[in-house]
C-alpha cells in the first residue's frame, strides 16, 4: 500500500476557478517526489492539500491508508517548509528548533539531544544562540529545514524552499537538502519551478500545466521518453528544438529540403500520412557536420553563447530558430553557415494536433 495516496483530487475556488483537475498520485514511503511546472499550475495549491491548510474540493487524501480530507494540519503528522522560512525572529537558532517539541511537552534533555543532532547535520551547532537576523539567508533556510526534520513526522513538504536564496545557495542548499533525506529517508514532496531542483533532487517528478498532470516518471524517463510536446520543451536546458512539418510520403520538408521520417513512424507511418507534426531534437544531441545515420540539416549562425564547459549556437533554419549545444572549441562564427548531424535515434515526433508523442522505433531500439 502506497504512504500516500491521492485520489481524483480537485480544488474549485468559490468563484469558479478549477485549479486542480483530477489530481492521482501514489507514494511510496520514503520518496522524494517533486512537483514542477510553471506558475499557476496548481503545484502549491495541490501541496497546502496535501498539508491541510486548502481545502479538498473534491476526491481523496489517503495518509498511510487513513481517510485524511477532514483531518486538521497536526493531525496528519506533516511538517511543512515555506518559502519565506517562517522563523520567530525574536527566538535564537536553538529555540526555533526546540519550539515544536515544546508545545509537544518533549522532555528537555529529549529536545536538547534532538537540536543538537539536527544541528550537527544541518551544520548549524556553531550558531545556535545566533537570532535569525544574524544569519545568511542560508543558514536561515537550514533552519526552517531543520524545524522541519526535527519533528517525528511522516511526511515533509517543502514549498519553494530555495527560491529566496541566490544561484550559489541554492547549489549548495540543494546538495544538503538531498543529503538530509538520504540520512531520514524521510517522504518528501518538494515544489519548485526550477526544472534543475527537480532533475537532481527526485526520484518521481510530477509535472503539471494548468492544473493538470502532464506526466509523472523519474527524471530519466521525463527526458529520454517525453509524453507530450510540453514535458519534451519544459525539461532540458536549453529546452527541445521542435519543427513544424507535413508527413508526405513517409517525408518531412525542413527549409527546403525533404527527410525521411519513415523509419521513425514506423507502424504509424499511413496514420500520420498528411498530417502535421513536430520534429524534435535537443540541442546536446548534435553533431557538427555531416555523419552517417543522422539526419543533416542546414543552418545560419545567429548568435554564440560561450558558457565554459558549452557554447549555445543560436541558429535559424529556414524560418525556425533553434539553439545547439557545441565544444567551446568548435563554436562557429556567427553569421556562417553549418550543417549539423541529429542521430535519427535522437529525433522525436509529435502529433501536431494532440502534442502528444508518436512512438517511434528507431528510438526504441537504440534505448533497448
Do not use: W
Not at 183 to 194: K, P
Amino acid at each position: 500500500m502506497a504512504y500516500l495516496t491521492l485520489k481524483g483530487i480537485n480544488k474549485i475556488y468559490p468563484n469558479g476557478f478549477h485549479a486542480v483537475h483530477d489530481f492521482n498520485l501514489e507514494i511510496e514511503k520514503g520518496e522524494f517526489i517533486v512537483f514542477v511546472g510553471s506558475s499557476g499550475c496548481g503545484k502549491s495549491t495541490t501541496l497546502r492539500m496535501i498539508a491541510g491548510l486548502e481545502e479538498i474540493s473534491k476526491g481523496e487524501l489517503l495518509i498511510n491508508g487513513e481517510y485524511a480530507n477532514d483531518k486538521g494540519p497536526r493531525e496528519r503528522e506533516i511538517a511543512m517548509v515555506f518559502q519565506s522560512y517562517a522563523l520567530y525572529p525574536q527566538m535564537s537558532v536553538y529555540d526555533n528548533l526546540a519550539f515544536g517539541l515544546q508545545l509537544q511537552g518533549v522532555d528537555e534533555d529529549v529536545i536538547d539531544a534532538k537540536v543538537k543532532k539536527t544541528a550537527k547535520i544541518l551544520g548549524l551547532t556553531d550558531y545556535l544562540d545566533r537570532m535569525p537576523r544574524a544569519l545568511s539567508g542560508g543558514q536561515r533556510q537550514r533552519v526552517a529545514v531543520g524545524r522541519a526534520i526535527i519533528r517525528k513526522v511522516g511526511v515533509f513538504l517543502m514549498d519553494e524552499p530555495l527560491s529566496n536564496l541566490d544561484a550559489k545557495q541554492r547549489v549548495t542548499m540543494r546538495a544538503e537538502i538531498a543529503q538530509i533525506h538520504r540520512e531520514t529517508g524521510a517522504t518528501t514532496i518538494y515544489v519548485t519551478h526550477d526544472q534543475v531542483e527537480a532533475m537532481t533532487l527526485a526520484d518521481r517528478i510530477v509535472i503539471m500545466k494548468a492544473g493538470y498532470i502532464q506526466q509523472v516518471g523519474t527524471p530519466y524517463e521525463l527526458y529520454y521518453e517525453p509524453a507530450n510536446l510540453f514535458v519534451a520543451g519544459f525539461i532540458g536546458e536549453p529546452p527541445m528544438n521542435f519543427i513544424r512539418s507535413k508527413v508526405t510520403d513517409g517525408c518531412i520538408d525542413i527549409a527546403g529540403k525533404s527527410y525521411d521520417i519513415s523509419a521513425n513512424l514506423g507502424t504509424h507511418k499511413a496514420e500520420y500520412e498528411g498530417k502535421e507534426v513536430y520534429f524534435g531534437f535537443r540541442p546536446e544531441a548534435i553533431t557538427l557536420g555531416a555523419q552517417p545515420d543522422a539526419y543533416v540539416l542546414n543552418a545560419q549562425v545567429e548568435l554564440t553563447e560561450m558558457l565554459g564547459d558549452n557554447t549555445n549556437v543560436y541558429v535559424n533554419i529556414g524560418n525556425v530558430n533553434a539553439i545547439l549545444k557545441v565544444n567551446p572549441h568548435d563554436a562557429p562564427a556567427v553569421d556562417s553557415e553549418i550543417s549539423f548531424s541529429i542521430p535519427v535515434s535522437s529525433t522525436y515526433l509529435f502529433d501536431a494536433e494532440t502534442e502528444n508523442v508518436i512512438p517511434q522505433q528507431m528510438r526504441i531500439a537504440a534505448q533497448s
